[in-house]
């Protein structure tokens, strides 16, 4: 393997960056017995700030490993684009019309499976909730699903007393399915999308060979965390009046929400729509809810920096993937997935010249189906966290926990992908 030494440094950073995500807990128990000092040792404890972090340290290496002026030209040509659209489409999606229109349909879809299996509200909603968001993401995009089904199992969920069982058991299951669910189109998954224009992949093409298989395995992940916790899930307070939304501001805020997926690769145009839309709620403030543009921030720094040290590690995965039969890519991307944001994977993956449909569609089926199993394996992990984190014991959500959680969910993945 050929490399430079910014790149190993890049590599050596990455690594600590990736390790780092598995001590935020430590920090946090250290912010506690150290309070003269616990502002910093919080901020090193938040999961979002880690790649963000190391990712300024490595812009300093370069700056002295060579000059400052390499390092603002090696950030001038990454693409940010993925972290605004981020940031943008979960401001808009985790607004108070949105969730309302949201929630209301998946009540009215639980009637109709209470009925049917006559079962209580709340395993129909926490079902339908990991079942249909997920699938919703091949249409508003993964980012977008993954704010909803976070809003929605908050309040189902996350606000009530929990176990730990519940806690990560939810949450893999939510980060594996939104990770496959966004494979029946191919626009609305990172991994996906990074290869759709070179292979020349269609939404119809997508569906043929990733549609049915990630279906089923949704279903599947949703129904049985479902049965394991339908006991400890509380009912919906029922009781409270809940004030009505006009359905011409629905209607204006689901414009918007297209409008940002529309024109999700041109940050331009997003922007100025977010920017519009941010005005419109100052405007008309009456049915609105505080815009979470603290957790879209962090959302996007995190992604930020991902895309800062992800850009140099194809030193070592590119040869990697080129080494490898369709058998063991499916698997070696899965497992590297864990390491390194799955989109950036399937970009390098793509890269390689003379590879076979079956390298291809391996490559990018490990990649979604090892989409849960840590926060940086796919871009809308941390927008999750950032919603969820603080209904996790000391704020901090546990990385070896979250692994531990997903791998079963991760395992339904596997076998749909691989024996349907």
Not at 236 to 250: C, F, Q, R, S, W
């Amino acid at each position: 393997m050929n490399f430079t030494p910014i790149e190993l440094g890049a590599s050596v950073i990455f690594a600590t960056a990736v390790l780092h995500t598995f001590c935020t807990g430590y920090f946090e128990s250290i912010a506690k017995k150290s309070p003269r000092h616990a502002g910093l040792w919080h901020l090193l404890g938040e999961v979002e700030i880690v790649f963000g972090f190391w990712a300024a340290i490595l812009v300093i290496f370069i700056s002295l490993q060579s000059d400052l002026s390499t390092a603002k030209d090696f950030l001038n040509k990454r693409n940010f684009t993925e972290p605004l659209f981020v940031f943008a489409i979960m401001i808009v999606a985790g607004t108070k019309p949105i969730l309302y229109f949201a929630t209301n349909i998946l009540h009215s879809l639980s009637k109709i499976v209470q009925l049917l299996l006559r079962t209580r509200s709340a395993p129909a909603l926490y079902f339908l909730t990991l079942a249909i968001t997920p699938l919703l993401g091949s249409f508003i995009t993964e980012p977008a699903a993954m704010t909803l089904a976070a809003f929605l199992l908050r309040d189902l969920v996350y606000r009530h007393k929990c176990s730990t069982a519940l806690l990560f058991g939810t949450l893999g299951v939510l980060f594996v399915n939104i990770s496959i669910g966004g494979t029946l189109t191919n626009f609305a998954a990172p991994p996906v999308l990074m290869v759709a224009s070179t292979w020349g992949w269609s939404s119809a093409f997508m569906f043929a060979n990733f549609g049915l298989e990630s279906c089923i395995a949704i279903f599947i992940n949703a129904l049985v965390v479902t049965l394991l916790f339908h006991r400890q899930l509380i009912e919906p307070d029922t009781g409270k009046k809940e004030v009505k939304i006009p359905l011409a501001v629905i209607l204006v805020h689901i414009l918007f929400l297209f409008g940002v997926v529309v024109f999700a690769h041109d940050p331009i145009i997003f922007t100025w729509i977010l920017l519009f839309f941010i005005g419109y709620t100052t405007a008309y403030p009456k049915h609105q809810s505080p815009l979470i543009l603290k957790e879209a921030l962090l959302v996007g720094f995190f992604l930020g920096g991902l895309v800062v040290l992800g850009s140099l590690q194809g030193w070592w995965l590119q040869p990697i993937l080129e080494m490898m039969s369709p058998t063991a890519v499916f698997y070696g991307s899965l497992v590297l997935t864990a390491f390194t944001d799955n989109a950036a994977l399937t970009y390098l993956g793509s890269l390689v010249t003379g590879t076979s449909p079956e390298f291809k569609l391996a490559l990018v089926g490990g990649a979604v189906a090892g989409g849960g199993l840590t926060v940086i394996a796919n871009a809308p992990n941390p927008a999750g966290i950032a919603i969820l984190r603080q209904h996790f014991p000391n704020g901090a959500v546990s990385a070896l926990y979250l692994l531990v959680a997903a791998i079963p969910p991760t395992i339904v993945a596997i076998l749909a992908y691989r024996l349907i």
